[in-house]
């Protein structure tokens, strides 16, 4: 339960827009990288080549391997933003613009002679978006050549970069926003890391739209949080299971890992202990709408590594709960003053 005293003013902070990244660092773990102890309170500037030196011989890198579909379908100036594949013809889709399509009505969204697209407009939902059935199957090739990736809205879109906004370890097609803390890691990394026995875990969450849907309310409280999909193979719930210190790679996993340790999802599970620190992981599959805000208590993740958030972002709540709300507007303040890049393709922030 979020604290009641805590209101979305507390996570609002000022960003100069020289400093939202457009452009991601080359190579990868070229970007930045602070690190901040919480014990000592202390921050370090570095860059993320040097990762390895920071993290504990023998432990558990946390990864999410989900991949970032190209649900974004640009018709010349109408989009169709595929928000969730119901069956094999039909989805539900964000529309800009909406006007013409009614629920009734055919739309002709392209009209080549060989391979004509059309959906009929099922249904308006409350949240004003549109459940379509399209003429072709959502799988088929000839949506390719519309087929766009969905970066953010402070990102200008340049499909050069669509292989950029994925993590070199992304395998399981599934999210409309990449989990950015991963962008940074390359093979090179990845050997530095193994070369201290640092063993690296992949779990599957498919980043959904409720990660780009603002907080609305002033009581945090208040807000509803989205929910996401998740798993947890058997291999990683072994790994994880003997690890004696976990870093979770984003706030995607970090979501995972605390919504099983604290029993905040929906699985055909059995009921867990919440020993602390918690290690007891089987196989998982499920949802979860877990909402870290400060005051919660980390039960499996010991580590933290991160990009810098949006002001008033329920990602900004997690970070201000894992820091201190306190630390995180410091830490904040300092790469601001620091000009580190910010936002998916900006800089990595590491907490210990």
């Known amino acids: 339960m979020p604290d009641q005293k805590i209101t979305l003013s507390d996570f609002d902070y000022n960003l100069p827009e020289s400093l939202i990244a457009q452009k991601p660092a080359e190579p990868r773990d070229h970007s930045r990288l602070l690190v901040y ?10 860059f993320f080549y040097n990762i390895a030196s920071y993290l504990p011989h023998g432990s558990a890198l946390v990864v999410n391997n989900s991949r970032v579909e190209k649900s974004r379908l640009l018709f010349g100036n109408r989009e169709v933003f595929v928000t969730r594949v119901i ?15 009614k629920t009734g009505k055919t739309v002709t969204l392209s009209d080549d002679t060989n391979h004509p697209i ?20 959502v799988d088929d090739p000839v949506f390719d050549p519309w087929r766009r ?16 906004y ?52 002033e009581q945090i409280s208040d807000h509803k949080m989205h929910s996401e999909w998740y798993h947890i193979p058997k291999g990683a719930a072994e790994k994880l ?11 995607t996993s970090a979501r995972v890992l605390e ?11 059995v009921t867990l202990q919440h020993d602390l620190p918690f290690r007891y992981f089987t196989e998982t599959r499920g949802e979860t709408n877990i909402f870290i805000t400060p005051g919660y208590q980390f039960r499996a993740v010991d580590a933290l590594l991160t990009n810098f958030h949006l002001p008033k972002s329920t990602l900004l709540m997690m970070i201000a709960a894992f820091t201190g709300l306190p630390e995180m507007h410091r830490i904040y303040k300092h790469a601001i003053d620091n000009q580190y890049r910010f936002y998916s393709f900006g800089d990595a922030m590491l907490v210990l």
């Open 37 to 46: 102890r919480r014990d000592e309170k202390s921050i370090t500037d570095d």
């Open 87 to 101: 069956d094999s013809h039909t989805v539900e889709a964000m529309i800009r613009p909406g006007k013409a399509f």
């Open 118 to 137: 059309s959906a009929d407009v099922l249904e308006i939902t409350e949240d004003g978006l549109r459940i379509l059935r399209f003429n072709h199957p």
């Open 149 to 164: 990736t969905p970066f953010p809205p402070y990102i200008s879109p340049d499909e050069n970069l669509s292989e950029r």
């Open 166 to 217: 994925q993590t070199v370890y992304a395998r399981d097609a599934g999210s409309k926003a990449a989990p950015t803390a991963g962008l940074h890691f390359t093979d090179r990394t990845f050997a530095e890391l193994k070369k201290k026995s640092i063993h690296q875990v992949e779990i599957t969450l498919h980043v959904g739209m409720g990660t780009f849907a603002p907080v609305k309310t």
């Open 241 to 251: 299971r003997t690890s004696s210190h976990i870093t979770a790679v984003g706030t």
């Open 259 to 269: 919504s099983i340790a604290s029993g905040s999802h929906d699985t055909t599970g």
